[in-house]
């Protein structure tokens, strides 16, 4: 049975960090391009970072480059985003994806909520 099950999000303050976790099962993770999605209320899903396989390609968003980084372990079966200087803009439901292929899996989402 295949799982993508995100931990990590929560309350921050304006400029506070946090960190995603995106643990996966019952598929090859290290086959896989992992990325993060986010949807705000009221907007489209959008793409928010991406890695590789071999983790030697990322790609972000405009709004997120230079605060968040996206990194995997491929020993571990996790995908991360690291998210620093945050800001109210970034309040939204964030989900990890796998794919390869035809094949897309998506988690449940965690919600990050940046707030004073």
């Known amino acids: 049975q295949v799982q993508l099950v995100e931990s990590g999000g929560g309350l921050v303050q304006p400029g506070g960090s946090l960190r995603l976790s995106c643990a996966a099962s019952g598929f090859t993770f290290s086959m896989y391009t992992m990325s993060w999605y986010r949807q705000a209320p009221g907007k489209e899903r959008e793409l928010v970072a991406a890695i590789t396989s071999n983790s030697g390609t990322t790609n972000y968003a405009d709004s997120v480059k230079g605060r968040f980084t996206i990194s995997r372990d491929n020993n571990k079966n996790t995908l991360y985003l690291q998210m620093n200087s945050l800001k109210p803009e970034d309040t939204a439901v964030y989900y990890c994806?796998?794919?390869?292929?035809?094949?897309?899996?998506w988690g449940q989402g965690t919600q990050v909520t940046v707030s004073s």
């Open positions: 994806k796998g794919a390869i292929g035809r094949l897309i899996y």
